[in-house]
């Protein structure tokens, strides 16, 4: 057997064992964590472990139904309207051009559908249900907002999760809008990118930005970039728990989004939630490791995630100072919805 035979088999040997240790080892790690905590705790376990690997839908997108279906003139305009800056590099600039082009040319926000019968807006949601959808290029089953107009009328609002779905849509709300977003970042501009998820109903991405050595938070619905304190100092939204979900690891983001109205849980155990980020990226980590080499782990998932942690000690490093130009208060969605919502920055 042969130099290159032998190291196959090895290779062959070595995934299939990970593999193995991986279910066994992570299955009951995870199992006997869940049974050590209190049932709160348990249910943010589970919506945790639900935003693990949910940024490997992209992989298998065909970036030419991506890019066939926008208008890449708008996306990248003139040269000279785009110059980089030196705070900016030419990948950044690209990024804000894109935030703009998404919110402004592209995607759609939705309060509530009109009637599709008679044009009403006086829609309101009646109900819920779980139907197929069949879009142009992929089928999925989904939760369906149903409204009626005050004639009877019923519309139905289906909120799609599958982002080649919502290139078809354009429509939705965060959730829908940074979907979709990451699908379109990903193919027209290339990269890391992570989702982020806050507990109160938000939702938002960053980017690996190899210039500056670090994530930069991007928020496709109000077409904001490097500005983590939108949230707490702009829009007054109190929060408890913020965190990101990359392809190589989770971690806690709390300290550099939530500076401001920090929610405080005492029926979730924060040690158990850090417990349970460390065990998702083991299992994430032993993944990456059937499908990438230690060199690449080494550095793109482990030396950066520390280097994260080790900023977050220092707020001055991880946390731009909010930029004054931006508007008070959240853009998306209606004035009463934001009001309500403890967003609109009064
Ligand atoms: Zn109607």
Redesign the pocket.
Same mark, same amino acid.
């Given at each position: 057997m042969d130099e290159t035979s032998v190291q196959a088999l090895t290779d062959a040997f070595t995934v299939s064992q990970i593999k193995r240790a991986k279910q066994s080892v992570s299955e009951n790690k995870w199992n006997a964590f869940l049974s050590s905590t209190n049932h709160e705790t348990v249910s943010m376990a589970h919506q945790l472990k639900g935003l693990q690997n949910n940024m490997s839908i992209y992989d298998s997108i065909d970036p030419d139904v991506v890019l066939d279906s926008l208008d890449l003139l708008k996306v990248f305009p003139d040269q000279h309207q785009q110059e980089s800056t030196a705070a900016e590099d030419y990948t950044e600039t690209q990024l804000r051009n894109l935030l703009h082009y998404f919110k402004n040319d592209f995607f759609l926000w939705m309060n509530a559908p009109e009637?599709?019968?008679?044009?009403?807006k006086e !829609?309101k949601c009646v109900a819920h249900v779980q139907e197929p959808f069949e879009g142009r290029w992929t089928t999925e089953t989904c939760r369906v907002e149903v409204y009626?107009?005050?004639?009877?009328?019923t !519309?139905k609002f289906p909120r799609l999760n599958h982002p080649l779905n919502l290139l078809y849509s354009k429509t939705g709300r965060c959730g829908e809008w940074v979907n979709c977003f990451l699908m379109v970042a990903k193919c027209v501009i290339g990269g890391d990118f992570r989702y982020i998820w806050n507990v109160e109903d938000h939702v938002w991405c960053e980017f690996y930005s190899p210039h500056k050595q670090r994530w930069i938070h991007l928020d496709p619905c109000e077409a904001v970039m490097d500005e983590p304190l939108l949230y707490s100092e702009n829009w007054g939204k109190a929060m408890s728990l913020v965190v990101g979900s990359g392809e190589d690891y989770m971690v806690d983001l709390s300290t550099k989004y939530i500076t401001k109205n920090r929610i405080t849980k005492p029926q979730i155990k924060q040690k158990d939630i850090q417990r349970c980020i460390s065990l998702l990226n083991q299992t994430t980590l032993l993944q990456q490791l059937t499908r990438h080499n230690l060199q690449y782990l080494y550095v793109k998932a482990i030396v950066r995630k520390n280097k994260e942690l080790k900023s977050q000690l220092s707020t001055t490093t991880q946390t731009p100072a909010m930029t004054t130009t931006i508007p008070k208060g959240r853009q998306s969605g209606s004035a009463e919805w934001t009001k309500q919502r403890g967003e609109d920055g009064l």
């Open positions: 009637c599709q019968h008679c044009g009403s !829609t009626n107009c005050p004639l009877g009328h !519309t």
